[in-house]
């Protein structure tokens, strides 16, 4: 767990280790693996979890920062064990954010998660779908960070909010 400095949290945690398989060109955890030799296979740390007990505070948390805790190579029981181990912690809110916002169809979240999806281009807005789809009372987030392409006439309806961002 890391205290950060991203401006809409206050805290990362990264339960699942390893190269994201997403492949993203301009991911910035890609080239921290490749730049410190980390190890890149895809491990679940469930222990990792266990230091938000030491935050005080009500605090954000960014979970799998480093990650796509959705994408289709993390087996539905990591999702799941890690849903429900920060069911522990109602005090904080915990951010969620993937590329693959399907899959929060299949799993339940109380209010204190906030899900969102990343859309960087054009080609695929489709994901913000999904997120209308939920019928919950989770904030909606969308992330387009990085914006690669003009994205016009958007609908933001049920989208609680929205991060932009450019090239890190």
């Known amino acids: ?7 809409y949290c206050d805290y990362t945690v990264n339960p699942i280790k390893g190269l994201c398989k997403g492949g993203c060109w301009y991911c910035y955890a890609r080239r921290m693996y490749q730049r410190f030799k980390w190890p890149q296979e895809v ?3 469930p222990e990792e979890l266990d230091k938000i007990a030491q935050i005080k505070e009500p605090s954000r948390i960014f979970v799998c920062s480093t990650h796509d ?3 289709e190579w993390i087996p539905d029981k990591w999702i799941f064990n890690i849903i429900t181990k920060l069911q522990n ?4 809110t915990f ?4 590329k ?6 299949d799993f339940t979240f ?10 960087d281009t054009k ?10 789809k939920l019928k919950n009372n989770n904030i909606k987030f969308i992330s387009f960070e990085p914006l690669l392409t003009e994205i016009l006439n958007l609908n933001l309806e049920n989208i609680d909010w929205i991060i932009i961002g450019g090239l890190t």
């Open 69 to 71: 805790l959705f994408g």
């Open 1 to 7: 767990m890391n205290k950060t400095h991203i401006e």
């Open 123 to 132: 080609d695929n807005i489709e994901r913000i779908n999904y997120l209308r």
């Open 89 to 92: 912690y109602p005090q904080h």
């Open 100 to 105: 693959n916002p399907k899959r929060y169809l």
């Open 95 to 98: 951010l969620l954010l993937t």
């Open 43 to 45: 491990t679940y740390r």
């Open 110 to 119: 109380r209010d204190n998660f906030w899900l969102g999806t990343t859309v």
